[in-house]
Structure formats: structure tokens, C-alpha cells
């Protein structure tokens, strides 16, 4: 036997109990747990179904598992479980730069379709987006909108001045791909001279992001339409944005020249998407793991069922960006120096 098959068993046990702490964490979200042991305080297993009306046996056996994969401490003399204060912000704080929650929806839809993901492995093609769970879209807006309310105003904006300025003097702002509408949101609250527009092929998004702009106070400046993108442009707009979308679509290419044809001459593109190296064999670490799974279960997958060109979550690096942007006719695209570890921004010129 080779001396690192022993190491390499251990890997696959390690990565086992990753897979199921993180479906137990995702049953805690769901039904509160966490957020009852933060608010409420540590409790046996009795005392935690009888504050949430949910069966001991089970919560006594969560208890057990999240203890034993250290979301928990537990006191074997009281019973009680306790959820650390440090895991507060990770598992509670929901909409907070740390929060988690919505990772654990994603991935328990994400994992969902395995037969038609192993049928498209045999066969070729994709996956629908009907196919997968509410949870799973629930998921994707919660993790959305971490990033937008955290960072998109406060920290990325200002590297873009000109946009900056365009909005507060009232510029006309369309987001193609908009999904439940968070970016367009936290915009609208902050630029209140600007017009807003959201479009997005799937309904559901659509409805979802009219009930967050009606929330949000903005729904009297904000626009949201049902619109496929790779059907044209339902005008031309000051500033034009994506927000982790060109590398989802069927046909990124098509999508870059009509998103020129819907920025003004004298507007600007701001592109969002995913940081990832030129040479996907350079994308290393936890990290480009998490983004290769979401593309197989997901990105790749969906852009390949609709006949698409399936560039997959690291399939538009820099260097491809600047290639369609300019196959596109734009004239420059302009990297933003911002830190984070799943996106990077491009301010891109007519």
C-alpha cells in the first residue's frame, strides 16, 4: 500500500463531516435553532423544543452532531448547549458582512438535481433552473445581498467616481440579470435623484425583487421587468451594470454586444463577476473548490441546458473580459483595486 493512502482516507472522512456539519448547520438555520440559542440563551434538548415546538429526540441528536463539529459547547453536567458568541455574526446577524445562512440554503438546493447532473455528465446538455428547489434562490438573494449591503455603496462605489457622480445627478441606471433585485435596492436607498430599472428573465425574481424594492421604501424609483436580454434592450441607460451574470448566460458574447447597445455613448458598463485566474489549473485552494462545485451544479450546468457556451463560475477571467468587451465595441475596460475573495469589479467605456 502507499504510505499516503492512509492520509488520503482521512481526507475523504475530514471532508465527509464537512459535507454533513454544514447540512446540519443548514437544518439549524432553517428552523431557528441558532438563532434561538443567541437570543434565548444555552438549553438542553427539552428546553429547546419546548421554546420552538419542534421534537426533542431530533434537537437532542443536533445538539450532539453540531457539539461534536464545533458550532456548539455543551455541558455534559447542566445538558445545555450553548452557541458561541463568536459564531453570532457567522450564523445569526443575517444581512452582516460575516453571515452564513445563505450559504447554507444555496448549497442544500445546489446539491439537490444529482441525477439529471449525472445524467448531463453521460449524456451532454444541462439543467433547467426550474429544476431546483426554492431554497436554493432563497440562498443565492441571501448571500447577494450580504455583499450588496456591506460593500457594493461603501467600499466599491467610491473607486468609481465617475459613476459615483453620474448617479447622484440623477443618471439612469438599468441592471440586467438583476435576480431578486438586492444591488438595484441598495442603490435606490442611497442615490434618491437616480432612476433605476431591473430586468431578469425568471418571473419569480422579479416578483421577489418588487417586494424588496416595496419594503425598502423605493419601489417609486426602482422599475423591476420580466426582460430575457438575448431578446435586445428595452432602451439606453447612463450607467448599465451586471452583477454575476455574463458568465451564467447561454451566450455571454451576445449578451456584451447588446449590453453596448443599451449604455449611452457617454455612459458607462460596471461588470461584476467572479475573481479566477487565466488558466483555470491556477485556481488553488478552498476556494476555487466552492467555485468549481457551484459551477457544475449550477452555472456550467444551466448555461449547457440551454445550449449555451457553458463558460462555468471561473470561465471569464480578466483576459477573456477584456476580449468580449472588445469583440462587444467597447473601447476600455478598467479593473477595480478591490480585495474579495469571490468578486471582482470592471468599470468598461463605450
Not at 452557541?83 to 444555496?106: C, H, R
Not at 457551484?294 to 457556451?309: E, N
Request: aromatic content about 10%.
Amino acid at each position: 500500500m502507499d504510505p499516503k493512502t492512509p492520509e488520503y482516507v482521512k481526507k475523504v472522512v475530514m471532508d465527509a463531516a464537512g459535507m454533513v456539519s454544514i447540512r446540519l448547520c443548514a437544518i439549524g438555520n432553517e428552523l431557528g435553532l441558532f438563532a434561538d440559542l443567541a437570543s434565548k440563551g444555552p438549553a438542553t434538548s427539552d428546553e429547546l423544543a419546548g421554546r420552538l415546538g419542534l421534537n426533542e429526540r431530533y434537537i437532542r441528536e443536533w445538539i450532539y452532531a453540531m457539539s461534536a463539529a464545533g458550532y456548539l459547547e455543551f455541558d455534559k453536567q447542566s445538558r445545555k448547549a450553548t452557541l458561541p458568541d463568536a459564531l453570532i455574526p457567522v450564523l445569526v446577524e443575517e444581512g452582516g458582512p460575516l453571515y452564513q445562512g445563505g450559504l447554507f440554503k444555496m448549497f442544500t438546493g445546489l446539491m439537490q438535481p444529482f441525477n439529471e447532473l449525472v445524467k448531463a455528465f453521460r449524456e451532454g446538455g444541462g439543467i433547467s433552473y426550474d429544476t431546483y428547489d426554492g431554497i436554493f434562490w432563497e440562498g443565492l438573494e441571501s448571500n447577494s445581498c450580504v455583499r450588496y449591503k456591506n460593500f457594493l455603496v461603501s467600499q466599491w462605489l467610491p473607486e468609481m467616481p465617475d459613476v459615483q457622480a453620474k448617479l447622484e445627478q440623477g443618471a439612469s441606471f438599468a441592471d440586467f440579470g438583476c435576480g431578486a433585485g438586492r444591488s438595484t435596492v441598495e442603490l435606490a436607498k442611497a442615490f434618491p435623484n437616480a432612476k433605476f430599472f431591473g430586468f431578469d428573465l425568471f418571473a419569480p425574481n422579479i416578483e421577489k425583487a418588487r417586494a424588496n424594492a416595496k419594503e425598502a421604501g423605493v419601489e417609486d424609483r426602482v422599475d423591476f421587468r420580466v426582460h430575457d436580454i438575448s431578446k435586445g434592450v428595452p432602451d439606453k441607460f447612463d450607467i448599465v451594470a451586471t452583477f454575476d451574470l455574463i458568465h451564467d448566460m447561454a451566450d455571454p458574447k451576445g449578451g456584451l454586444r447588446a449590453l453596448r447597445q443599451a449604455v449611452k455613448d457617454d455612459g458607462i458598463y460596471v461588470l461584476m463577476d467572479v475573481a479566477c485566474e487565466d488558466d483555470p489549473a491556477d485556481n488553488q485552494g478552498p476556494m476555487a473548490v466552492f467555485k468549481y462545485g457551484a459551477s457544475l451544479h449550477f452555472c456550467m450546468t444551466t448555461s449547457l441546458g440551454q445550449g449555451g457556451m457553458g463558460l462555468g463560475t471561473v470561465g471569464l477571467p480578466e483576459v477573456r473580459v477584456k476580449e468580449f468587451c472588445k469583440e462587444a465595441g467597447f473601447s476600455s475596460v478598467r479593473r477595480l483595486p478591490i480585495e474579495h475573495p469571490l468578486n471582482v469589479l470592471y468599470e468598461i467605456r463605450p
